[in-house]
Structure formats: C-alpha cells, structure tokens
C-alpha cells in the first residue's frame, strides 16, 4: 500500500470531526504559567479501545481506566466512553487504594460537569510518584477546562500533558472518504503524545490519545490500536520498556459520516486505517524518542535478516539500550564494535561471518569484520543529521524490525541524577 | 561454613606456590610508562579451567585459547596448561582468520622462551577491537617479560592489564593445609583481574587469571570456576553482560603440597576449596564495579524474596542496569520509584502490594507503597558510604541474589561519549 492512502495535515487530538479539548493550569504544579490539566471530549459516548503498562507495578489511573472499560463491556481494553482527563505534575501512583478512589472522584466530577454518566469517563497521570493527588486542583480546573473545550483545543491539551518533554508532540492525517466506503467525506486520525519512555519519576511516563471520525466497533479499534502501538510507541526506547502510568487511548467517533457501517476487520477500508494509525502513532513515537531527556540525535536503528520478529526486537531493543552505543553517538564515534557488542548479548541467532553493520549508511562492518571507511566523512555526517541511522543485517533470516532512540548527553545525567543538587 | 575456613592476604595471581608472573611494556600502546604485558607462568603443567565469554562475537585469543583446551583434553574448559600471555591495547577482536593465526604464532614465541610445548600457552587480548595485532610488540615483549617472572611479579602483571582501569585488581586467600587434608601445609588462592563489564572498545573487557596450589582435576577445576564465576564476575554489570573477549583462566599446581591426592567433590575439602575461590572472584568482581568507569559508588542490588534464582537475577540485573537508577545514586536520590519501576519490567512474578524497599537501610517502600523517610539522613548516607546497598523483597518466594553495579555520572559519559571530540 502507498503512502497515498492518507496525507499528512495540521492538527493533533481534535483533528478528527466530533471531539473538542482543552488544556488549562489547575494547580497540580506550581508554575502558574504550565498547564497541567487537559481534557478531551466527544460530542457523543465513542468506540474506546486502550492499551496500557506491561509493568507489574502499576499507578490507580491504570487500574481505575481499567475497571471502566471492564464495565462497559466486560473487557478492560475497549468500551465506550465520551471523555478522558489527564492531569501531569503528579502520577498518582504508588497511591494505594486511596489513588484509586481518587480517580473515581475525579471521574465523577469531570461527568458531572460535562453531562455525560461517570462511567464514560476515562482517567490518566503523570508525574512525581508516591505523592498523593487530591481533589483541590481537579475541583479548580476541570469547570475551566470544561469551559475552554473547542475545536483547536488539541494544541492546548498536547501542552497541557507535557513534564520533562521540551516539546508538545501531535500527529493528524487525512484519509479520502471514499477509501472507506463515504465517498465526499474525509476521514481524519489525530491524536497527541507526552513522554519518552522515562519511568516513573522524575515526571516522564507516556501518555497519548488518539481519536478518529472514522465509524470502528470497540473491539475493531483495539485490534488496530494494539498493532499500531505494538509498531510505534513499544518500539522507542529511551532507557526502559514501561512505566507505572503509560497509557494510550484511541476514540473513534464516527462523526466523518455518521450514517456510514463500521470499517470492519478484513477489507481495504480497515486496512487503510490501519495503516493511517499506524502513521500517527509512528509520528508521535519518534516525536518521543527525539525529545528524549538531553538528547541530541533521533537515533533510528534499524535490524534485518533475523531469522525471526523477536530476534530483530531483542536485537534492536538491545542496541538502543546500549548506554555505550547511546553515549557513542553522542561523542560523533561511529563505534560499530558497540553495536556488534550489544547484538551478539542480545539472544538473537545469527554467526558473526554474516554480520554487516552500517551507520548513516557508511559500512563499518562487513561479514562481522572491521571495514575501512572515511572518518571524517562520518564525523561531517554526524554534524550535519539530527537523525542517526544505525543498519545492521543479521544474515539470519527475513524479519526486519525499526526501534527508536536517543543519544546519551551530560544533559541526560544532569536532567537525570543532578535535580537534587 | 564460617568465614574462618580461610584468611584474606597481601598478593595476587602468585600468591600460590608454583607461579611467577611479570607485567612489562611491549609496545602496544605507545606510552612507554604503561605496561601493556603480562605473563603467568606455572614452574610445571597445571590443572587448567577456563570461562570464556557467551557473546555471539568471539575475539581471536578466545577462539584460540578455546581450541588450545579441546585439543588437550577434548573439553574447551578445562585442560593442562603451562603459560598465560595477555596483552592490553589491542583487543586481537573483528581480525577473522588472521587474528587466530596471529595468536598461534603468539603462543610459539612464548613457548619458545619459556621452554614448554606451545599447546600449554593460553592467551588472552584486551583494548581497541578491529585494529590489526602485529607480531613485533610479542617479539619485544615476551623475552623480557620471561626474564621480569618472579615470585613478586604478580602485581606488575595486574598493573599490566590495565585499560580504562583506575586500579590494579588482585585479591589473595590462604587455607590451613589441615582443612585439605595437607596438615602442615598453608594452600593459597589468588587472582588478578582487569575491566568492569565494559564491552569491547574503548578499551575494555573483562580478564581474570586465578591460581592455586591446591590439588585439583581439571575437570574439577573448572566446575569450582563456573561456580564462582557465576556468583561472582556475572553477577556485576556496569553496562552489559558480556564482551568479545570476557576470559576468566584458573590454573592449579598443587605445589603446596605435591604428594597430596586431589581434592575431590562432594568432600568437605572441595567445599572449603570452592569456597575459597568464590571468595577471591567476589573480591575481583567488586573490585571491577566498584572501579567502573566514571563511578564514584560501588552499588549493591540484594534482590530477596524472589520466585527462582532466575526471577531473584532478573530483577537485581534490571535495576543495575536501569540508567535511571544509577544517574539517581550519582545525583544522591533515594529514588525507589525508579528501582521498583525496573523490577516491574524485568519479568520477575510478584505482586507490587508485597514489595519492600531499602535504600542504604532506610525504609522507602513497605508493600508497594511510599514510606516517609529522612531525607536529610538520606542525603547524609550518601555522602557517606562509598558503597550504596539497594535491598529490594519481592515476597514472592525465597530466591535470592546480589548483583554490583556502579553509578552512572557526567564522567561515564565523558570517558565513553566524548574520547574523539
């Protein structure tokens, strides 16, 4: 399929016909001049589908969204659901019990004042962990928020979610009507993003919505959400895998051409969203992996010939954690021994007379031996692209994967082990 | 068995009677004022055990010093050896075919001055990988370094392995020779070692050398080497597991009491042996996190209540390697969101309501949740200790582990990121 199937546009969480957000300063920090509540709303109850953290430890939203979908349809990553909340600057995690009866609080009072029932509400946090959250700033800014919903308040809301993130992330794309069977409409898929896969404290877990007007049963929408987050958000990694708090949710409202039938599983129409979701999500999760904490460099490595999908992940992953690789490309090293390194702990099968490795498509490495290339080319090449490729072939077999990362800086370690001091 | 079946002392790999050793400067490196060889040299053929890294990519020297043990007993752990040759500056690594050539000529220089059969010589390289190692620096080196063996050589040996290391390694045990079945006698263990878990380049891998003049069978040998090794040198993690050229040599001379049978398994001998040798590698290991590059804290991760030894090393591995964890120990935070987040993900089974946490005693967790600590005693401790215990009880089982680590500062960074700019 080409790229044609959808374009590129403005815009993030409200991008798709029949949501409205907002984001506004509530109070959970004390910078008055840093929103920290955003809000997204749908004109009617959606198609809700979520994923959530693997992490055996997880905070109350986790639990309490949960428990929501799980009553609405008796299965915990899909329902149907008219408005999710999200405040950063405290993650209401390590919480207890007492976390969770907040949310429900907080759920309550968001339906209150939109008009919508208790249990159609969803709940996220990101923050500092092991403070307790309480009810003043909700109590504060959810009428504001509820007043400032509009239209163009996806911007506002991306903002409103962001912690250590140097930048709001969203993604919109269009996709022609008649490619889902509503010839004259158009059909959009937006959503917003926050965090680089940081865990836990200090403020950084992932957060992100994802709404569509396309028409997309519950259960339909988990299915295209799972893979696409399986493709985008669970392939960038900064310095681990999961939080207490991550959390992606996608709505689908339908609203692009109400009296349309849902895009259903196993036609053209389906896999054309599929993969308009799939770009959004990829969008946003290199928009993370590039603002990962003090980086430099997006650092796309890219594994091929594995002889099977989890050798090329466990090869990539490995890479991308790799604080020797990270903190090469830092340095403009072109440091394939590194790379060969992390790929051969990795627990993928391959031999090493089959290995080649490029970087910023020099060959440094041909059939597992050290290749002869122009180092100051390299180091121009460093200089000049804030997006690092990093290509190793396995020679093992047909699966290929692409993880996303970032460099490792003395900001990462300032950012990171410095606040304190 | 109490610590008492063995006595701490002065010296290094020849502590133990029927070993000389000399480190000299052969011309790897150009700093004429840094060793770069060290030669072992048991006075007759010795019980030989080795551990050789698990990364798919191999150096030379342990391709070679592999088929030098198969050839002379058919195992590629254990055989009968004379020599132990191991050059720093040059990893001998990413060099094929040539590299193993190179390291057969090696060994018949050594043999050729020291007067044994080229099949009783073991090698072991370590520094930059892909770099071609020429012959010359051996034929420099190896006639002094043979003429330097002595008694008291073991310390210029250890100096001579160095790469990034701050510090020589070297640690010594002696038994009472009545606890070996030896009355009379004073049975030594000792061993040097050199790295931090650093792979490849720059400059860095792990080599240890052990001796003793116990009696042992190879076979024997290497089964108290695996032991130890395995709770000991593959408990420390600074960035990874393992290198092109991890190597650990253990050679047995028996010379402390040469009319002695072999010590046998499953005798209380064997138990004090092994637990003499666990000992000396704990000693190194330490040695090794404590010495990583750019630490200032060596860190103790004591993962109890575990399901399995294999949940017990998972979780302890995933907090030593957790970025987040260490940048927070560097920055002085006793930061328990960032180690339980890493147990979360580490696939360890548990369940957060039965998690504790201490960080250097203090209580920061009780069943998964925050506990009010002293900061400012916090603080305090870290300014203090020059070794932070993180003591982490899933109370999932009785599995128990301990894995060391460093922290991760501005100057890990330095010395990894930035040696080219």
Same mark, same amino acid.
């Given at each position: ?65 949960r ?33 969770v ?23 996220a ?25 509009s ?24 996709i ?37 007007d ?41 609203a ?12 053209q129409?389906?896999?054309? +969203? ?9 969008? +946003? ?7 990962g ?5 997006l ?13 090329a ?13 990270k ?50 080319e390299? +180091?121009?090449?460093?200089?000049? +692209?804030d997006e ?34």
């Open positions: 399929m080409s790229e044609n199937v959808f374009a590129y546009t403005d815009g993030g969480v409200t991008a798709a016909q029949g949501f409205r957000a907002s984001g506004v300063h509530a109070g959970f920090r004390r910078n008055t001049s840093k929103n920290d509540l955003a809000l997204v709303v749908a004109d009617a109850p959606c198609a809700t589908a979520a994923t959530f953290t693997q992490n055996v430890f997880c905070a109350a939203p986790v639990r309490f969204s428990a929501q979908l799980a009553a609405s349809s008796g299965n915990e990553h899909c329902g149907s659901m008219r408005a999710v909340v999200i405040n950063s600057g405290n993650a209401n995690a390590a919480t207890g019990e007492a976390g009866d907040l949310c429900r609080e907080e759920a309550a009072l968001v339906s209150d004042v939109v008009g919508c029932a208790p249990d159609e509400v969803l709940v946090s990101t923050g500092v962990i092991g403070v307790p959250l309480t009810m003043a700033p909700f109590k504060q800014g959810v009428p504001q928020a509820v007043a400032a919903l239209k163009d308040g996806g911007h506002a809301a991306a903002q409103a979610i962001m912690t250590t993130d140097t930048r709001p992330k969203e993604c919109a794309v269009t022609d009507g008649a490619r889902l069977g509503c010839a004259g409409a158009t059909f959009a898929v937006g959503g917003m993003a926050k965090g680089s896969g940081m865990i836990m404290p200090n403020m950084a877990t992932m957060i992100a919505v994802i709404t569509t396309a028409p997309v049963k519950a259960p339909d929408l988990y299915a295209l959400l799972k893979h696409a987050v399986g493709l985008s958000f669970n392939k960038v990694t900064v310095d681990s895998d999961t939080s207490t708090n991550d959390t992606c949710f996608m709505l689908a409202s339908g692009a051409c109400p009296d349309a039938q849902p895009v259903e599983p196993g036609t129409a389906f896999a054309v +969203l599929q993969e308009a979701v799939c770009a959004v999500c990829t969008s +946003l999760a290199r928009q993370m992996a590039r603002d904490e003090g980086a430099t460099k650092v796309d490595v890219v594994v091929t010939g594995a002889a099977s999908d989890a050798d992940d466990a090869a990539a992953r490995t890479i991308a954690n790799s604080p020797l690789v903190t090469a490309i830092a340095g403009h090293d072109a440091n394939w021994g590194r790379i060969a390194g992390a790929v051969g702990r990795s627990g993928a099968q391959f031999c090493q007379e089959d290995v080649d490795i490029d970087i910023m498509g020099l060959p440094v490495c041909r059939g597992g031996l050290a290749q002869t290339f122009d180092e100051d390299a +180091l121009r090449l460093f200089d000049e +692209l690092i490729v990093i290509a190793v072939d396995l020679g093992a077999g047909e699966a290929s994967t692409t993880v996303w990362t970032c460099d490792f800086t003395h900001d990462y370690i300032s950012i990171n082990g410095d606040y304190r001091t």
